[in-house]
Nanobody, 120 residues
Framework: QVQLVESGGGLVQAGGSLRLSCAAS????????MGWYRQAPGKQRELVAS???????NYADSVKGRFTISRDNAKNTVYLQMDSLKPEDTAGYYC??????????????WGQGTQVTVSS
């Protein structure tokens, strides 16, 4: 069993910053990609940013230049630094990880979500 635990959400004024963290724990052989998604009320869940175990990061156009994703492989943790926040960034933010449970078995996991609210 693998768990993803997020932290760092909250209420911030427009233009402010927040840093989200997501730590994976459990029976992990290795983690491939990790990422952050968000879902606002009445909208579909969308990819915010993703980071592979090696290679380039990927960002939604709406957050490029404002958000930075990073990871600490030794801690099985992914971070999302969010700067210059806008009211339209308000959403529930969900951590996602593609985990190798063994050399042959891969499973996708989600965190429980953390709320980010940006006031104007």
């Amino acid at each position: 069993q693998v768990q993803l635990v997020e932290s760092g959400g909250g209420l911030v004024q427009a233009g402010g910053s927040l840093r989200l963290s997501c730590a994976a724990s459990g029976s992990i052989f290795r983690i491939n990609s990790m990422g952050w998604y968000r879902q606002a009320p009445g909208k579909q869940r969308e990819l915010v940013a993703s980071i592979p175990s090696r290679g380039n990061t990927n960002y939604a156009d709406s957050v490029k230049g404002r958000f930075t994703i990073s990871r600490d492989n030794a801690k099985n943790t992914v971070y999302l630094q969010m700067d210059s926040l806008k009211p339209e960034d308000t959403a529930g933010y969900y951590c996602n990880a593609e985990v190798l449970l063994t050399t042959l078995t891969t499973h996708e996991y989600w965190g429980q979500g953390t709320q980010v609210t940006v006031s104007s």
